[in-house]
């Protein structure tokens, strides 16, 4: 009997062997303090708990978390509380500190991720990523393969593509935003569908460990999920892929855009009421990011659906770059010297999937390298970015630009500077040559849809605004008669809303010499369904598919628009 109940003590005495005084840890942000303690689990398992200070002032506190979390203990907490109170009372092992936010620390001796901190191996104490990145956040961050690997696969293949290679800029660009002290912006990819637009991002957010498309942030989020998710990227790049799962139509698209913009590019997370739950300390609201965004259309072109224009500031936060030109129909652009055109689609097509499938197996690996290089040069590093950004200055002589543009080209200059530093750190197989073509032929791309934008259709829009206020487009009376001669055209009534028919001859005279100007004016009114077509674009001649013939109030049949009023705004 003596002996059972010896070996009943000695068995309790080894599971509480088991619990070890890990850690004492502060959080940074708010200065709050815990313990933390390791112990085994029922089926020798490893477990750890993380208690807030105050909890542990009495042992049977610790006793009972440990048996939540299914500690290997005995359910009869009798006798126990002297030695729960040694184990609490004994020196941790270790001491850490919850970073206030991701990115870098203070020193900048250290860069805090979502997952690690790439750094601060001889720090007294530790730190660990924030305490507030919780179960619910989701951290698709992880590594795969060598940065090596990730250089001869991911770095090379995107060597075919301008924006591929343009989107590892702005991810190896997004962690000198710091040491700049240029606030965030963003890029906003754009062009025909099933083009390579995700894979080009996604060769950006495999830099930091994004390796798939479902990995992705995505525009389908909630615009206050968009806001505090972006603090998981600070001083990282910030990847939101497609406009088009926003819901509704185009036209609503562009208020959710402009304030996603503004909100990303002001540098904190949204402020909420200080007693509300779900309010950040200010310490960790701070965000400095350069997102990469991808679309369909422009996002002039999202304000034009919205029958908005976007303001100067706006430009300033996010421009609009082009997949590739017109006249390719991905985002590969550069081609063997050899190849035959008649195979070049099939050949970009097959480079795509592979620099997909190269993300998939290769990511997170080059940022660790990268910001190793950095951390090392960080005495010299904001002169190195200046010189970088001057080099490629020297190098773009394009027309002179003021304000918000040039705040872009500037941005630019960034941009490039980020690359500059990945070739001097040996994580991508360029020369500085390739890459200042690169970004020189974006920003210039950039700028050309800047301003086609604004001397076309923004052109256009007005033009038409204008002439159809004017005297020459009549209203169609239950009596009217009048011949084509006598006016340009005519409007009806239907259920509220004007509904016009415009002699194609006279809206054309609207617009000027430019035939541009008109053919992009029935694409905008066709896309955003004012335009009534006289049959579908297949097999009609230039711009004949938008043209009908209707008898004009004096019976005439008369080469025609007919179009419902797209200045109209009773919804």
Known sequence: MIYKIKKKVRNMQNMLDTIVHYANAEDEATGDAFEIFDFRKVGNRPGQIRVPRQDLQKPEALYSLLVRKNAELPLCPEKLDQKLSQIIGSKPRKRFVYSARVGWRPDRRGFVTPREVIGCSKAKRQPLPPIWLGERHQIALSEAGTWETWRDTVGKLALRSNVAMLAICAAVAAPLLS??????????????????????????????GLGREADLPNWGATAAAKGESVRMYNDMPFPLNEVGLLGGS???????????IYRLGEGH?????????????????EVRTIYFSTAEHSFD????FAGEKRDEGEYARCIDVPVNRPNRHSIINRFPANLPEEKRRRWADDRVIELRKACEANHGTAFRRYIGHLIASRDTLKARIEEYMREMDQFEQSPVVKGALEHVRQNFGL????????IDAGVVPWTP???LRVVATCWRRALNVHGQKKDALTQAKRA????LKSEKVKMRGPSASFPPADADGYYVMDGGVRIYTVHAAAMRKWLGTDPKQFDTLVDWLDAEHFLKRRQSRTGAAGSDWAIQTPKWPNGKSVRSIVFRDPFWRGD
């Open 415 to 422: 941009l490039y500077a980020g690359g500059r530093l990945a």
């Open 433 to 435: 040559e390739q890459l």
């Open 179 to 208: 040491f700049t002290g240029r606030p965030s912006f963003g890029i906003n990819l754009f062009g025909r569908a099933k083009a390579g637009k995700t894979t080009a991002l996604l060769a950006g957010a495999s830099v930091i």
């Open 250 to 260: 185009k036209r609503k698209a562009y208020p959710e855009i402009r304030e996603t």
């Open 464 to 467: 038409l605004r204008a002439n």
């Open 301 to 304: 072109e999202y304000a034009d």
């Open 269 to 285: 997370e949204r402020l909420r009421h200080t007693q509300s739950l779900f309010s950040a300390p200010a310490a960790s609201s």
